[in-house]
């Protein structure tokens, strides 16, 4: 028989920083196979076997360096985008929500337009449309979630990058994984019910396995790698359901601004609203200085009236093509994110000056889009 003495195993001085060779460790095999007699013949010992090959696998996973640099840069790059999508994602609920309100009332005002008295009565949207826009809101409402819970997956991942601060990783990541795949599933429906596959934690294969499982779970690296992977999933998921929301978003477009455009006529026609809040925009962008008592001049001036109802017409489209390009701003956000994170799997860094580009061209139109509600952008710089 073989007897067998429990030992330790390790690598030379424990969990090192940087990936120690196989041929250098100075493994003890974790059983001792004692040499014995069977039937007249010495039984050779398997523990130079053992050695290699446990010295091997923990050369390959339990020795190497946890990449917490660069996965500190990155979870800080995601913590801006989330930051910047947060904000654009509420911007856009609260149209949505407030989008009935503005078109009843222009219904209503162009009904009492007419010359036969009886046809002046409150008009409120169609129920379909009413519907359709509520859906959307609703959606937008699952993202706003979803980027909050991404959000805080980043910041979970920062914290355990910084390697003596203790968090919630796991639970941070399966969270933002699943309020993902709610909003994935609800985006995908709303937009003609696509074909939706939600996320799983821990299902997703990886590059850089091979080893992890011989130390076990206490090991960095694969806490931060494992959670890279899973944060990727939740990112992945809502790229794809912001896709299916722009989808639905665009056949909308022209009707939420067309509508909001007419109420802001109606108060101009009904001069209820300064032309001011028209004239001056549009002064300060042609450098120009408006004279003293512009406001009369305009209320008196049909030429003048007329024109900046034209202006105010020619707004309207550029913030249909500003809000879509936010859409396409905050896809392209989080398809740098991707690459980041696929970048910090397979080669251990990141570079994330895509990210902020399009990030900080995300917060240029929100700040844009602030200025003229009359409100102070809340991304994060």
Not at 178 to 185: I, L, M, T, V
Not at 259 to 285: C, E, G, H, I, N
Not at 310 to 317: F, K, Y
Not at 369 to 376: L, V
Request: net charge positive; proline share 5%.
């Amino acid at each position: 028989m073989l007897r067998m003495v429990p030992l330790p195993c390790k690598c030379r001085g424990g969990i090192s920083d940087a990936p120690t060779p196989a041929s250098h460790s100075t493994c003890v095999s974790a059983h001792r196979i004692l040499p014995a007699r069977i039937g007249g013949f010495r039984v050779m010992s398997i523990r130079p076997f053992l050695c290699l090959a446990l010295g091997a696998m923990a050369a390959l996973g339990g020795c190497a360096a946890a990449p917490r640099a660069p996965a500190t840069t990155l979870a800080e790059a995601g913590l801006k985008a989330t930051g910047s999508f947060s904000t654009e994602v509420r911007n856009l609920a609260t149209q949505l929500r407030e989008a009935d309100a503005a078109d009843s009332f222009t219904r209503t005002w162009e009904l009492c337009q007419s010359p036969v008295a009886e046809a002046c009565a409150p008009s409120v949207t169609p129920e379909r449309l009413s519907i359709q826009r509520n859906g959307l809101a609703d959606v937008v409402d699952l993202r706003a979630n979803a980027i909050d819970q991404l959000g805080a997956a980043y910041s979970a991942l920062k914290q355990e990058a910084a390697y003596d601060q203790s968090t919630d990783l796991q639970g941070a990541t399966k969270s933002a994984i699943d309020s993902a795949n709610s909003f994935g599933q609800a985006a995908a429906s709303l937009n003609g019910g696509k074909r939706f596959i939600p996320a799983v934690p821990g299902e997703v294969g990886a590059l850089l396995d091979f080893g992890f499982g011989v130390l076990g779970d206490r090991l960095q690296r694969k806490r931060i790698l494992r959670a890279n992977r899973e944060i990727a999933q939740a990112v992945l998921q809502l790229r794809n359901g912001m896709q299916n929301e722009l989808e639905v978003f665009l056949t909308l477009t022209d009707y939420l601004v067309g509508k909001r455009t007419a109420a802001r006529l109606v108060f101009y026609d009904a001069q209820l609203t300064s032309p001011m809040t028209v004239m001056t925009p549009l002064a300060d962008q042609l450098d120009v200085t408006l004279v003293p008592g512009a406001e009369s001049m305009i209320a008196n001036s049909p030429a003048l009236r007329t024109a900046l109802r034209a202006t105010m017409e020619a707004n309207s489209r550029v913030e249909v093509l500003e809000a879509q390009g936010r859409y396409r701003a905050g896809i392209a956000g989080l398809d740098a994110l991707l690459r980041q994170h696929r970048e910090l799997e397979t080669k251990g860094g990141v570079t994330v000056g895509d990210v902020e580009r399009i990030i900080d061209q995300l917060n240029a139109s929100l700040a844009k889009y602030a200025t003229k509600q009359g409100d102070k952008p809340n991304a994060q710089q």
